[in-house]
Each structure stands twice: as structure tokens, then as C-alpha cells.
Nanobody, 116 residues
Framework: QVQLVESGGGLAQLGGSLKLSCVAS????????MGWYRRAPGKQREWVAL???????HYPSSVLGRFTASRDDAKNTLYLQMNSLKSDDTAVYYC??????????WGQGTQVTVSS
């Protein structure tokens, strides 16, 4: 059974930083491309970092240079260091494998709120 537990969210100041963590189980973590995703109010979920099993990391232009993702395969854990936070970064953040299917399980996510 897949379990995804995200943590580390909270309230951050504009330009501030937060570090998120995600512990995954029930997934063959070492051989799976994993991703960080977010859903902002009124918007569709989008990916913000993809980490291949070969440690190649992709970012969309919206977070490139500000977010740094990493993975610890020994701990089945993903991390997302978020710097220079903007109001547009306010969202619920999730981790999951990539790509995801329609019926895939999602964790509860962790809320990130950036205030000015």
C-alpha cells in the first residue's frame, strides 16, 4: 500500500525559505522517478520538480533557480528546498511518482503560504 507523507510546510515571508520533506512507502523508490507537485487555489496541480532514479532533476521555469530538490534513496525520502519564495508559490505541495495515473494515491500534502 502506497503511503506518502509530506511535511515542512507553513507560513513564510515573501523572499523567505522553507524546506519540505516527503517520506514514501509502498513504492519501489530507488527505481522510480519521483516528483514534487503543487496545487494553488483555483488552479490545477502542476509539477515543480522531477527527480529521476539517475539523479537527474528537472524544474519548470517558474521555480528554476529558486527550488532545489533532492532524494535520499536509503530513507525513501524526497526534499524540496524553496528559496526566494513568491506569493505565487502559495499552494499545497505533494510528492508522488512521475508520471501519475488517474487512480494513483495522493498524500495529504503540506500547505505553504507565502505572505507579504
Amino acid at each position: 500500500q502506497v503511503q506518502l507523507v509530506e511535511s515542512g510546510g507553513g507560513l513564510a515571508q515573501l523572499g523567505g525559505s522553507l524546506k519540505l520533506s516527503c517520506v514514501a512507502s509502498g513504492i519501489n523508490f530507488r527505481t522510480t522517478t519521483m516528483g514534487w507537485y503543487r496545487r494553488a487555489p483555483g488552479k490545477q496541480r502542476e509539477w515543480v520538480a522531477l527527480l529521476t532514479e539517475d539523479d537527474i532533476i528537472h524544474y519548470p521555469s517558474s521555480v528554476l533557480g529558486r527550488f532545489t530538490a533532492s532524494r535520499d534513496d536509503a530513507k525513501n525520502t524526497l526534499y524540496l528546498q524553496m528559496n526566494s519564495l513568491k506569493s505565487d508559490d502559495t499552494a499545497v505541495y505533494y510528492c508522488n511518482k512521475w508520471p501519475t495515473d488517474r487512480d494513483d494515491f495522493w498524500g495529504q500534502g503540506t500547505q505553504v503560504t507565502v505572505s507579504s
